[in-house]
């Protein structure tokens, strides 16, 4: 199963729903303002870091491009593109989209 997360863990609890709720061999796609819990000493850093390993944790790079937060990813989450991204949709039969 693919999670889709857009909102920072600051706007509401979607992100902190999903992981508790992720399971291992799933990935959770942060994009948007979500990718801020991709980034080093981020208020989720905790949560993402809990299930990293057993969950795969991928960031859009243009959202943290956006952000001007590409320099500052966590150690082990991958970046996609927009291709990447499609194929992550494509690769995943089931999706959750998490606001």
């Given amino acids: 199963m693919l999670h889709i997360v857009n909102k920072s863990p600051a706007q509401g609890s979607g992100l902190a729903s999903c992981l508790r ?4 061999g799933q990935t959770v796609l942060l994009i948007e303002d979500a990718v801020l819990a991709a980034t080093r000493g981020n208020a989720a850093a905790s949560g993402v870091a809990a299930v990293q390993g057993a969950v795969k944790i991928v960031a859009l790079a243009p959202d943290l491009a956006a952000r001007g937060a590409g320099s500052q990813l966590a150690e082990g989450i991958a970046t996609v593109d927009y291709a990447g991204f499609v194929a992550l949709v494509a690769e995943h039969p089931t999706n959750q989209s998490w606001l």
């Avoid at 709720?21 to 291992?24: C, I, K, T, W």
């Fill in 21 to 24: 709720l992720v399971r291992p």
